[in-house]
């Protein structure tokens, strides 16, 4: 596609209950980013995918949430049990390769609120 | 650890001045330094890319410039217009952190008519 795709745009949860966020990086990249952007603080790395290697974990905040790629393509970020601190964007980025000096691609985001 | 710092937080000048903006970071081990554009309810526009090799990157009115032994870029939008309105952040890719991005907190810019 034209760019970095992601759905829903906007959730509306209830505390407790699983979400899933879905993203469709641009055709072709193969590294894919999900970063979390709460109100008034920076981005926060939460987990990277690089073609076939084991994904970098390291920023998930905790043991409820996991994220999958599938195919090399599409990824699904999952919160099960919702908490009301998981109110945030949910911004998804895509590059081209292991090129580190190739920029990344943002999508819109999915805000996430929980009630 | 690596810590990204944005001053300053906020900033309004009107239609016509230059814009620059500042970004430190702590840990001069970069891979390279990005400026990102963003919008109210938007993702990130990605604006200009710098090399941990190189001094400066310009792209139209905008031009970046990196001195990775000091742990400082700075931004500048030439004769800005109201369009520029937006927060800028920028971003570092670390040599050892598998091309993950660490963010400063951003400016928000108001360029008034």
């Known amino acids: 596609g034209a760019g970095v795709s992601q759905s829903p745009s906007n959730k509306v949860t209830e505390k407790g209950k699983d979400v899933e966020l879905r993203c469709d990086p641009i055709s072709g990249h193969t590294a894919l980013y999900w970063y979390r952007q709460s109100l008034g603080q920076g981005l926060e790395f939460l987990i990277y995918?690089?073609?076939?290697?084991?994904?970098?974990k390291s920023g998930l905040p905790s043991d409820r949430f996991s994220a999958e790629r599938t195919g090399g393509s599409v990824s699904t970020l999952t919160i099960q049990r919702t908490q009301q601190e998981d109110s945030a964007v949910y911004l998804c980025?895509?590059?081209?390769?292991?090129?580190?000096?190739?920029?990344?691609?943002f999508g819109n985001g999915t805000r996430l609120t929980v009630t | 650890k690596q810590e990204v710092t944005q001053i300053p937080a906020a900033l309004s000048v009107p239609e016509g001045e230059n814009l620059v903006l500042n970004c430190s970071f702590t840990?001069?081990?970069?891979?390279?330094l990005q400026w990102f554009r963003q919008d109210p309810g938007k993702g990130l526009t990605s604006l200009l890319l710098i090399q941990s090799s190189q001094r400066e990157q310009t792209s139209g009115r905008l031009n970046a410039s990196l001195d990775k032994s000091s742990g400082r870029s700075t931004l500048y939008i030439a004769a800005s217009q109201p369009g520029d309105s937006a927060t800028y952040l920028c971003?570092?890719?670390?040599?050892?952190?598998?091309?993950?991005?660490?963010f400063g907190a951003g400016t928000q810019v108001v360029v008034t008519p």
């Open positions: 971003a570092v890719t670390m040599t050892d952190s598998w091309g993950k991005l660490q």
């Open positions: 980025a895509s590059r081209r390769g292991a090129l580190y000096n190739s920029p990344l691609h």
């Open positions: 840990d001069s081990a970069i891979y390279n």
């Open positions: 995918f690089q073609g076939n290697s084991a994904p970098d």
